[in-house]
């Protein structure tokens, strides 16, 4: 059964269009360190489901794009590099703590910012908007997908 996905990303980090410019357009989802949502990658994720790709910690946060899951779940190389900021010492290829999936940009969209979102009584469970959520990956409901793909989405 499909999925549906917020994926946040800073953009200085990883943009949506940096991802755009990438062989295949395709990037792995490293350096998430946190349980609950590495285990959404690797329980729950699967090739195919949908995600909106969200700029965060940013001056204009909000949905940048259209991407999909394009892996499984599988390690993060990020953790093995002792220059990495995702380093972990504690991890090792025998036993790796965290996973990352590959996300492939489908299409950029005109960004739709947090303000634009709380607008609407139809998103006011998604889980980007509850105040103290700062998970990077969030499941969002087919309705909450939908009615951003078919009434806030503006093709750039």
């Known amino acids: 059964m499909k ?13 949506f ?34 995600v909106l790709f969200y700029h965060s910690s940013c001056a204009y946060p909000g949905i940048a794009g259209l991407a999909h899951v394009a892996s499984s779940a599988h390690p993060d190389e990020t953790q093995f590099d002792q220059n990495s900021v995702y380093f972990d010492p504690k991890s090792s290829r025998q036993n790796p703590r965290w996973v990352c999936v590959d996300v492939r940009a489908d299409e950029a969209i005109e960004l739709i910012g947090i ?16 105040k103290g959520n700062r998970l990077s990956i969030t499941p969002v409901t087919e309705e909450e997908y939908l009615f951003i793909v078919k009434r806030l989405v503006k093709k750039i």
């Open 17 to 50: 269009e940096s991802v755009l410019e990438m062989p295949l357009q395709t990037v792995p989802w490293f350096g998430v360190r946190n349980y609950q949502a590495r285990n959404f990658m690797r329980d729950q994720m699967t090739v195919g489901d949908s």
């Open 3 to 15: 999925k549906y996905w917020l994926m946040k990303s800073e953009p200085s980090e990883c943009s």
């Open 115 to 130: 303000s634009e979102l709380r607008k609407y009584p139809e998103l006011a469970q998604m889980r980007v908007l509850q």
